[in-house]
Structure formats: structure tokens, C-alpha cells
């Protein structure tokens, strides 16, 4: 049976959150047409033993692994080019998402009208150290001002869209951060929801605030320069 929703969860290093979350995203879609699919990007420690162990007792689990360590972003598209369903839920495999929250944004996307292509979730109540608070307001907010893409947290990797749309987009790492204003620039509509925010449950966080603030710099100016090609021919109509 095909399906309805898809969720991919990139993860490097997670051996001790993959359980645990993998088992949270069977219980918050329970009773509803789903598989899950983890992609590993070439870990080094036990998580994709630990994944592979777990497909017994979770049939709905499908276990994606990269040769080489390609990143976040190859990963998720990994992980929706193998992906069943028409709509796709993406969550960070660290555990700081709430599974919960994820049949709120897939139920929402289902419901709105076509142009609505993604349903981006924005952390309340981050549980973050006040550096990374503040680097994130800051970045966001930078990014916000420039692409108008009206999303106050793309660094949340709770989303819902749909497969199709983004598979229409330009790829490039660090796509995830910058999917709001993508989705915008090919003619569709977004919308957020608010969703909770935990620590971290094991291991540590595989980026930095300097790491991160080099690569957001290319990128923004990346994605202006897309935006700025961008031509939209309105409706398309078959003669």
C-alpha cells in the first residue's frame, strides 16, 4: 500500500537518539498509511547497526545509507527521492524535534489548497544554549529582511511539503535552511506552525556558530541571485 506520508529523517552519529525517535514516530502515526525513512550519512559509530536492528520490531522503518559523508541536505534529498508518499514530513534526527508535532503539519498541508506547498515548523521555547539562541535570531532575522520569505525559523527541520514541489527546486547544500523562500520563488505558498523544541537526548550537535555563519553568507547570497532570475509565467494553459 502506497503511503500517505513520508518521513525522512537525515542522521551522522546518532546512536543514541535513533531508537528512541524512531519509536516516537511510530507512536505519533499510528493508525495512519506511513513509512519512515532514516537515512545515514556514513556514521562512524553504531547507528546504522542500530537502525538495521530495529527494522524487526518497526516494519514501517526503511534504512537509507550513504558511502561517504555528503551532509544534512544530501541526506534529506536521499531520503525524498526514495520516498512513497506525495507528502513528506523532514525532522532533525538528534531528538530535539517532538515526533508529536508532525502529524499536526502533514494534516495541515493535506488540508490546503494546492498552492500551499509547505507547512514549516517554527521552535517555541528553544532549548538551545543563548549563543546558538542568539546567532539563530540574528541569522533568521538577516534572512527574513533579504528573501521576504516571511519564515521566522527555517533552521527548524520540522516541515511538511509536498514531494513534487521540492523536487522542482535548485539543489544545493544547506537547501534545508532556505526551502520557504525556494517554495516561493517557483510561484507556490507557505505557511508555519508553531512546534515544540527538546534537548538534545544523547550526542552532540554536529555544527557550530562560526561553521554555520561562513556557510549561511554564501548561501543567502546564492539564493538572492536566484531569486533575482527568477521569471514566472503565471497559470499554464494546454491549447
Known amino acids: ?28 502515526f499510528a493508525g ?45 534529498r536521499t531520503g525524498i527521492l526514495a520516498a512513497r508518499a506525495s507528502i513528506v514530513v523532514t525532522m532533525d534526527g538528534d531528538g530535539q524535534n517532538d515526533p508529536a508535532d508532525a502529524p499536526r503539519l502533514a494534516a495541515r498541508l493535506l488540508a490546503s489548497p494546492e498552492p500551499v506547498a509547505l507547512v514549516g515548523g517554527q521552535r517555541v521555547k528553544r532549548q538551545d544554549s543563548l549563543a546558538k539562541k542568539f546567532a539563530s535570531k540574528v541569522g533568521n532575522g538577516v534572512r527574513k529582511r533579504l528573501l521576504k520569505d516571511g519564515a521566522a525559523d527555517t533552521g527548524c527541520g520540522l516541515k511538511a511539503f509536498r514531494r513534487e514541489a521540492f523536487l522542482r527546486l535548485p539543489y544545493f547544500d544547506h537547501i534545508h535552511r532556505y526551502l520557504p523562500a525556494l517554495m516561493i520563488r517557483e510561484g507556490y505558498q507557505v505557511a508555519f506552525e508553531p512546534v515544540g523544541h527538546r534537548a538534545r537526548m544523547a550526542g552532540a550537535s554536529k555544527y557550530t556558530n562560526l561553521g554555520r555563519l561562513w556557510a549561511s553568507l554564501s548561501d543567502l547570497l546564492g539564493v538572492m541571485w536566484l531569486n533575482s532570475r527568477s521569471r514566472l509565467p503565471g497559470s499554464v494553459a494546454e491549447d
Open 32 to 76: 495512519q498509511a506511513y513509512e519512515m525513512i532514516f537515512v545515514d550519512d556514513a556514521s562512524t559509530d553504531s547507528t546504522r547497526a542500530d537502525l538495521i536492528a530495529l527494522k524487526a520490531e518497526l516494519p514501517s522503518l526503511r534504512v537509507l545509507s550513504h558511502q561517504r559523508n555528503s551532509g544534512q541536505s544530501r541526506s534529506v
Open 1 to 28: 500500500m502506497t503511503p500517505d506520508v513520508s518521513i525522512v529523517v537525515p542522521v551522522f552519529n546518532e546512536t543514541g537518539n535513533v531508537g528512541p525517535l524512531a519509536r516516537e514516530i511510530a507512536a505519533a
